[in-house]
């Protein structure tokens, strides 16, 4: 079996789920210049509204297609309420104050939502129902599944998605401007509380699906999964380039691909010191070295007033 | 279609200090619909911060403005906006990083209604209202005379086609007054004659215009009435030909003999 191969189709979906999360944090971010750092509990959210939603169907006899369909639906409204609840509550009334403020509210609501998981949920790991019966495929030597493809598929479809969001329509336009100059945008007509609300929203959208994919792909969920899979994604925004849309996809596939490739080889370049359960390190790694050497990421401009 | 004349904007004892500043004390003045009305007064006079609570960037501490009708509410700029003020910058503030068509067609927001799940779902109206936006916008770059620079970015625009862009962004948001913050800054003599036809045609179009300006000869040679400031109180308020002669304002530009 190709090891490198494997490595990087690996990295690849592991990538695009983190670009899936890293886009809710560079859309806020870019917008208002906050840390969204309860982002990665609305991913673990979605995922186990999903499991829950679909267990239930499941066993009330539903056919498994109707049943992961309604999950996702289930998991993207409680997400999108929960986003944008939280800008309404955490975030809207600290407008304006010093930054350190609203992202200390963050790291809060983070916690918050953990424990409320913890109180739904339990604490106990929770299986992610099989949806998909899965298929193994093989290209030179390294093996894929049609779980992975699908991933894939769908993170660039719904990336394309915000692309054409933003890029194409009004509102986009809108958060664009906001993001650039929110005052003038206001003067423009723009209404700013709308377009932050949007972007949240968009964001959580986005970030259920991260989670659907996390849930069918590891088949495994717990209410502190969000913790860490949404410090990934943010040092995967981070190292595109945070507020940077393009960065926020290139930085997660970059990143998924470094932490496959370094889980796979790190026990041949540490002489077999280090194993690849150590593959937490390279995020971390990767973190560390993006804010020494180009803070501003791949695709960052020079950051002087939104640093 | 309201008549000519009638008040389109009141300003009442507006004040505001910046700590111990008083960058307005008190100011009244009353602008009528379908006049180029000038603001002068030396560097510092306040005219740029007379704007600023104008377009709600700046909260108030004391007095109001009545537009149309009806009073301003301060600290909402959309709203401003949706009641038919725009405006351009002393210092040209465009969204640099997106296309000079784009710019405008931010300004067409304020008029169209479309929100978050038509621009997702993308039905036929939001379709319908967003090549409308475009067309307006374009419309608007050849009204200005920059319509060959539509898909270059706002910051790789020349000085003074950022002005004129901004000026048809400002547009874009049909105001029945638009306030112009020196537009005519850093500009030389050829772009400043172009600038005074593109004010006129404006004002023939029936949009009232408030005109702050260091360029007293465009002042002079446009505005209908003039007002001037000094140490952010009113000197002022009348026709050019009074108030180029008021020994006040002559004192106030080149100071009092001993």
Redesign the interface.
Same mark, same amino acid.
């Given at each position: 079996m190709d090891i490198f191969l494997q490595q990087v189709i690996n990295g690849l979906v592991q990538g695009a789920i983190y670009a899936m999360v890293a886009l809710g944090y560079t859309m806020v971010y870019g917008i208002m210049g906050l840390i969204n750092f309860a982002h990665g509990e609305v991913v673990m959210i979605g995922t186990l509204v999903t499991i829950t939603v679909v267990t239930f169907l499941l066993k009330a006899g539903f056919p498994v297609w109707l049943a992961g369909g309604m999950g996702i639906v289930a998991a993207a409204s409680v997400c999108m309420v929960l986003g944008w609840s939280l800008e309404r509550v955490a975030y809207r009334p600290l407008r304006g104050a010093p930054r350190l403020t609203p992202l200390i509210t963050a790291i809060g609501m983070s916690i918050v939502l953990q424990n409320l998981a913890m109180m739904i949920w339990g604490r106990n790991y929770m299986t992610f129902p099989s949806l998909i019966e899965k298929t193994q495929f093989e290209i030179g030597g390294a093996a894929f599944t049609n779980v992975q493809v699908l991933i894939v598929l769908v993170a660039g479809l719904s990336m394309g998605g915000l692309l054409l969001?933003v890029y194409r329509?009004?509102? =986009? &336009?809108?958060m /664009? *401007?906001t993001a650039? %100059?929110p =005052?003038? *945008? $206001?003067? &423009? $007509? #723009? %209404? *700013?509380n /709308?377009v932050i609300s949007?972007a949240f #929203?968009i964001g959580s959208v986005l970030g259920a699906l991260a989670g659907v994919m996390v849930g069918v792909y590891y088949e495994i969920a717990h209410y502190q999964m969000g913790f860490m899979l949404g410090l990934k994604a943010f040092t995967a925004a981070v190292l595109g380039g945070i507020g940077n849309l393009a960065g926020a996809m290139a930085g997660g596939i970059l990143l998924g691909l470094i932490e496959a490739l370094g889980a796979g080889y790190i026990g041949d370049l540490t002489g077999g010191f280090l194993g690849s359960h150590y593959q937490d390190i390279f995020a971390f790694v990767v973190l560390i070295f993006v804010l020494m050497f180009r803070p501003s990421g791949l695709f960052g401009e020079k950051t002087g007033d939104r640093a | 279609m309201s008549a000519k004349g009638e008040v389109l904007l009141q300003a009442q004892a507006v004040a505001k200090h910046f700590g111990g500043v008083k960058a307005l004390r008190d100011v009244s003045l009353t602008i009528r619909r379908g006049e180029v009305y000038g603001l002068i007064g030396p560097n510092g006079a306040g005219k740029t911060t007379f704007f600023n609570c104008m377009t709600g960037l700046y909260v108030p501490d004391g007095g109001s403005f009545i537009f149309d009708g009806a009073p301003l509410k301060a600290d909402a700029p959309d709203q401003v906006a949706d009641r038919g003020i725009a405006r351009t910058f002393q210092n040209i503030r465009l969204f640099g990083n997106m296309t000079a068509l784009d710019n405008v067609m931010v300004g067409r927001h304020v008029r169209t209604q479309a929100g978050i799940f038509g621009a997702i779902f993308r039905g036929r109206a939001a379709r319908a209202e967003e090549a409308a936006i475009r067309r307006r916008a374009e419309e608007l770059l050849h009204y200005v005379g920059v319509e060959d620079r539509a898909d270059d970015l706002a910051k790789n625009l020349s000085y003074g086609d950022q002005r004129r862009l901004e000026i048809a962004r400002a547009l874009a948001t049909e105001p029945k007054l638009l306030c112009l913050d020196e537009p005519a800054a850093g500009m030389n003599g050829t772009e400043t004659e172009a600038l005074r036809l593109l004010i006129d045609g404006i004002r023939a179009d029936g949009v009232t215009i408030l005109l702050i300006e260091h360029d007293v000869k465009l002042v002079m040679g446009l505005c209908d009435r003039v007002a001037v400031l000094d140490y952010g109180a009113l000197l002022i308020e009348d026709v050019p030909s009074i108030v180029q002669h008021d020994p006040r304002v002559i004192e106030a530009y080149i100071g009092v003999a001993a």
């Open positions: 969001l329509t009004k509102l =986009g &336009m809108a /664009r *401007a650039q %100059n =005052g003038v *945008a $206001g003067l &423009m $007509g #723009v %209404n *700013a /709308r949007s #929203v | -």
